[in-house]
């Protein structure tokens, strides 16, 4: 993403030296700076050092020695004036508490030349300066402006941003970096749940966990946390409910969408359903999951799990939606990464009878798979993800059959890749070579050598009245040959989303109660960024102005139509991004598809078409050659146009759908059938025109825009939960967090905005009557003769309303609502519903205790008087008994003690007799 590397935060020893200022904090606050800050003063000569530039707070540093004591007579000032700071509306201002600060010696935050943030403490102000200690014993005078608040160390580690003091980066940072340090990887940022990638297995998972959660024993934040959320609020609102899972790739998606599937298919089990919606993630992940650079299981597809329930809440059904599926991936992929897993898994896993049947080779043999020389995956076992796929297979019914069906395609696009062409004149035609790999591709999908042999060298054209084939040439016969196997591969995917909804589908009635988890591939921006990147960058875009319709826009515009007090907040809107992309008929889709259709036209000139009509949009930036540049609300990200009209018009041409209509296997004949079936106008006749069918079908920027604009309307009709996927390091490794990548994630998705919106606003509102409904239990007894509020005296005639409204405004100071005249605006519902319990739980609590103490009381008696009775009776009988009273064995213990009429009186000690 372009973000800097940088060492984990801080510090390993928290000491401050022997300048006199005490520990500001625990090491794990402190951290490892990865390195000096600063260089010490030499000769009395400081060395200043310039800030990011990136950085929202500009600073320059100057170095002093320790010294005993510090005062301002006392520090080297042979620096360079500092330079002003513009006011920010990131936190609250150092400026404004500078006196506070310096009398009580707060902590504050540093940005150190590296870029990561350090913990220090003022020690005194003078001016616009201020000096500060760092905890390995430097002292620095700093602007006071370049300073940040810090919270308090009780606050170290909380679980929702918005009970932290003082809101800035530097403390969103450590707080976040405290609880993954201690794997505490789920964060509240609000409404809007923050999950930072492990990288490991943590112990938070597993039916204790669940359960617990579901019994809200535990409240912490956590993915079961969200998917309760909208279990609960689809059956109490009867509203569809969504929860949106985004993030670069690598943050963890895929996982965290298994997770909440894992908490839903408990809640709502019982039909049997859920079992297979669990068992379709092996299929999926096998089949659209591939090695990248950045991610051992990166998903290169994206798909929409809608779960229905029925009306007891049960599970009932659940259908995939799949969009953008790489199809580049299966004939190309870049140094260190692998193709889709499901090829390694079949070469590394399939039964001797299947490997002779296919007649499979190691996975070096093949040229799809051997040109990125990577062919396995650090601690993953291809062979027994093999088995768990076929299990997976029997569980959503496909059959044995089908499944033979499946290896044989996948065998055969293995074996497309290793079709070679031989040059038989020179005009540089070729046809393919008959040997193994072109007669095992004819065996396996069920047609003949040769006419597979014509599919892939030449092609039939109609000129005029006349039919005619024209031979291609060897690059022509490579695109040919590359695109029959990505379409084949791709119309397998399908057919497998098909058949997987199928099984999920049985029994399924539609009740309106549903629960979509969406699991889209993240934002991309590699060295090298081309088609993929361009499509994928797009969707997220999209995505992103949801969430920004959701949280901010559609939240402000509500407050100000029933004028509502409250602070506005700016966020970082992509509209103007999004308009680069769709706008018509000079948007970078509409250009695309217009080059695309042209036949003379290449990637150089679309290229030069962008940077004709669209240089003035601020968003876009020619480059040189076929490159330009698109600022992404998550940074810019360069593309190199090399392979986009190929891409993006996907060509298949009609003499490989027939081929494939003319197998004798079943499942080529099925992807013919959907290939023309998703054509634009029905292909009719053997034969076509010059480009004509091809030009026919969809171009994939048009299919891929379509699908999203499925996604997008199936999302607005649904309530939304989000969750934020944050990657802390980009090398995948436990335990490192790396402040510059995660300080930029945050930022592009809006976290301190949410959180400050969410403070500043009221995020629970509902109408009056459900509000009485919901909130009638805060009426503490029942009020006989009760008035409306006069604000209220029109709206609010129903008399339980006004009870509950009456009753709410006891429980809650003014400020934690609003009333307008159809909502009733909450800033914290949870404070009430949560009071309200505390008060319950304490009453019967006080209520046990008395209990208790009445019965101890009781049986305390009773014991007593029953032991008491116990010795009288004793003593009695003994002081009637003279042979006992004077017996040996009874008084040698106490021999020459008693004098003659003594008596042993019950209860009296030893000493006392």
């Given at each position: 993403m372009g973000s800097p590397t940088c060492d984990p935060i801080g510090y390993a020893d928290g000491n401050l030296g022997n300048n006199g200022v005490t520990n500001l904090s625990s090491p794990e606050r402190n951290g490892d700076s990865g390195g000096k800050v600063v260089e010490r003063v030499e000769n009395g000569v400081a060395d200043t050092e310039q800030a990011n530039e990136d950085s929202p707070y500009s600073w320059n540093v100057l170095v002093v020695e320790n010294r005993p004591s510090v005062g301002d007579e006392d520090l080297d000032s042979a620096a360079a004036p500092l330079p002003s700071v513009s006011k920010s509306n990131i936190g609250h201002r150092w400026?404004?508490?500078?006196?506070?600060?310096?009398?009580?010696?707060?902590?504050?935050?540093?940005?150190?030349?590296?870029?990561?943030?350090?913990?220090?403490?003022?020690?005194?102000?003078?001016?616009?300066?201020?000096?500060?200690?760092?905890?390995?014993?430097?002292?620095?005078?700093?602007?006071?402006?370049?300073?940040?608040?810090?919270?308090?160390?009780?606050?170290?580690?909380v679980d929702d941003l918005m009970q932290l003091s003082y809101l800035n980066e530097p403390s969103v940072l450590f707080n976040l970096q405290y609880r993954y340090k201690q794997d505490m990887i789920y964060t509240k940022a609000g409404p809007v749940l923050v999950a930072i990638n492990p990288f490991k297995k943590v112990p938070l998972y597993g039916n204790d966990y669940i359960e617990a959660y579901k019994n809200k024993s535990i409240e912490s934040p956590h993915v079961y946390a969200i998917a309760d959320t909208a279990i609960r609020e689809m059956t109490r609102d009867e509203v569809n409910q969504s929860i949106?899972?985004?993030?670069?790739?690598?943050?963890?998606?895929?996982?965290?969408?298994?997770?909440?599937?894992?908490?839903?298919?408990?809640?709502?089990?019982?039909s049997g359903i859920e079992y297979e919606i669990l068992k379709t993630n092996p299929i999926l992940e096998a089949f659209g999951n591939a090695k990248t650079l950045r991610n051992d299981n990166s998903s290169r597809f994206g798909k929409l799990i809608e779960i229905h329930f029925s009306e007891t809440g049960k599970i009932s059904g659940a259908k995939i939606q799949t969009l953008l599926y790489e199809q580049s991936r299966v004939v190309q992929c870049a140094e260190g990464e692998r193709s889709y897993h499901i090829f390694y898994q079949l070469c590394a896993g399939a039964p001797r009878a299947l490997r002779e049947k296919l007649n499979l080779k190691d996975v070096d043999e093949y040229k799809y798979l051997k040109q990125s020389n990577c062919y396995s995956i650090t601690g993953v076992n291809d062979a027994e993800h093999f088995h768990i796929v076929k299990e997976a297979l029997d569980i959503v019914h496909v059959s044995k059959e089908d499944q033979e069906s499946v290896f044989a395609m996948l065998?055969?696009?293995?074996?497309?890749?290793?079709?070679?062409?031989?040059?038989?004149?020179?005009?540089?035609?070729?046809?393919?070579?008959?040997?193994?790999?072109l007669i095992n591709v004819a065996k396996l999908i069920g047609c003949d050598a040769a006419d597979l042999n014509l599919a892939l060298s030449t092609r039939k054209m109609r000129v005029g009245s006349d039919n005619i084939v024209q031979k291609l040439t060897l690059s022509q016969a490579i695109?040919?040959?590359?695109?029959?196997?990505?379409?084949?591969?791709?119309?397998?995917?399908?057919?497998?989303?098909?058949?997987?909804?199928?099984?999920?589908?049985?029994?399924?009635?539609?009740?309106?109660?549903?629960?979509?988890?969406?699991?889209?591939?993240?934002?991309?921006?590699?060295?090298?960024?081309?088609?993929?990147?361009?499509?994928?960058?797009?969707?997220?875009?999209?995505?992103?102005?949801?969430?920004?319709?959701?949280?901010?826009?559609?939240?402000?515009?509500?407050?100000?139509?029933?004028?509502?007090?409250?602070?506005?907040?700016?966020?970082?809107?992509?509209?103007?991004?999004?308009?680069?992309?769709?706008?018509?008929?000079?948007?970078?889709?509409s250009l695309l598809n217009e080059e695309s259709t042209f036949p003379n036209g290449t990637d150089y000139t679309f290229a030069n078409k962008l940077k004709q009509h669209l240089n003035s949009n601020h968003c876009f930036k020619g480059e040189r050659e076929k490159a330009f540049t698109v600022s992404h609300f998550a940074g810019e990200v360069t593309y190199d146009t090399t392979g986009f009209l190929e891409k993006n018009r996907d060509l298949l041409h009609l003499d490989s759908i027939q081929l494939l209509s003319s197998c004798s296997c079943h499942l080529p004949k099925a992807f013919a059938s959907n290939m023309l079936n998703q054509s634009e106008k029905p292909v009719v006749g053997p034969l076509h025109k010059a480009g004509g069918a091809d030009s026919q079908r969809l171009s994939v920027v048009t299919k891929f825009k379509g699908q999203l604009f499925q996604l997008m309307q199936r999302l607005e009709s649904t309530t939304p939960h989000f969750i934020r996927c944050i990657k802390p390091n980009n090398f995948q490794s436990p335990g490192s967090y790396e402040q510059g990548l995660v300080l930029q994630q945050l930022r592009c998705c809006g976290v301190l905005e949410v959180v400050r919106i969410s403070r500043s606003g009221y995020p629970t509102r509902m109408p009056h009557q459900?509000?009485?409904?919901?909130?009638?239990?805060?009426?503490?007894?029942?009020?006989?003769?009760?008035?409306?509020?006069?604000?209220?005296?029109?709206?609010?005639?129903?008399?339980?309303?006004?009870?509950?409204?009456?009753?709410?405004?006891?429980?809650?100071?003014?400020?934690?609502?609003?009333?307008?005249?159809?909502?009733?605006?909450?800033?914290?519902?949870?404070?009430?519903?949560r009071g309200d319990k505390t008060r319950k739980e304490y009453a019967v609590l006080l209520q046990r205790h008395r209990a208790a103490v009445i019965i101890q009381k009781q049986i305390k008696g009773m014991k007593a008087k029953k032991t008491f009775k116990n010795i009288r009776d004793a003593s009695i009988v003994i002081q009637s008994d003279p042979e006992m009273r004077n017996?040996?064995?009874?008084?040698?213990?106490?021999?020459?003690?008693?004098?003659?009429?003594?008596?042993?009186?019950?209860?009296?000690?030893?000493?006392?007799?």
């Open positions: 400026s404004d508490i500078t006196s506070y600060a310096t009398k009580k010696k707060v902590q504050c935050w540093f940005q150190c030349p590296n870029g990561n943030w350090e913990l220090g403490r003022v020690i005194s102000t003078s001016g616009t300066e201020s000096v500060i200690s760092l905890p390995d014993g430097k002292v620095l005078k700093v602007n006071s402006d370049s300073l940040i608040p810090a919270n308090p160390d009780i606050l170290d580690g949106i899972i985004s993030g670069e790739s690598g943050a963890g998606k895929t996982e965290t969408a298994k997770i909440a599937m894992q908490y839903l298919a408990v809640l709502g089990g019982g065998a055969a696009v293995l074996w497309l890749g290793n079709v070679s062409f031989t040059i038989i004149d020179n005009e540089n035609h070729v046809e393919a070579v008959q040997d193994e790999s695109e040919t040959r590359d695109a029959l196997a990505k379409s084949i591969y791709a119309g397998l995917f399908e057919w497998l989303v098909e058949q997987i909804n199928k099984s999920l589908a049985v029994g399924k009635r539609l009740t309106g109660r549903s629960i979509s988890i969406l699991d889209i591939y993240g934002f991309e921006s590699f060295d090298r960024n081309s088609f993929e990147q361009f499509c994928i960058n797009y969707a997220n875009e999209r995505l992103q102005q949801h969430f920004n319709r959701h949280l901010f826009k559609l939240e402000q515009e509500e407050y100000i139509q029933d004028g509502i007090d409250w602070a506005k907040v700016d966020f970082d809107d992509n509209q103007d991004c999004l308009h680069l992309f769709e706008k018509k008929p000079l948007g970078l889709l459900k509000f009485a409904k919901r909130l009638g239990f805060l009426r503490i007894h029942e009020i006989v003769h009760c008035m409306a509020f006069y604000v209220f005296k029109a709206a609010l005639e129903d008399t339980e309303l006004a009870v509950t409204l009456r009753s709410f405004k006891e429980a809650l100071p003014p400020y934690n609502h609003e009333q307008s005249k159809n909502l009733i605006f909450i800033l914290s519902l949870t404070t009430v519903v017996g040996p064995g009874f008084w040698m213990p106490w021999s020459g003690q008693f004098e003659d009429g003594d008596q042993f009186v019950a209860g009296q000690s030893e000493d006392a007799l």
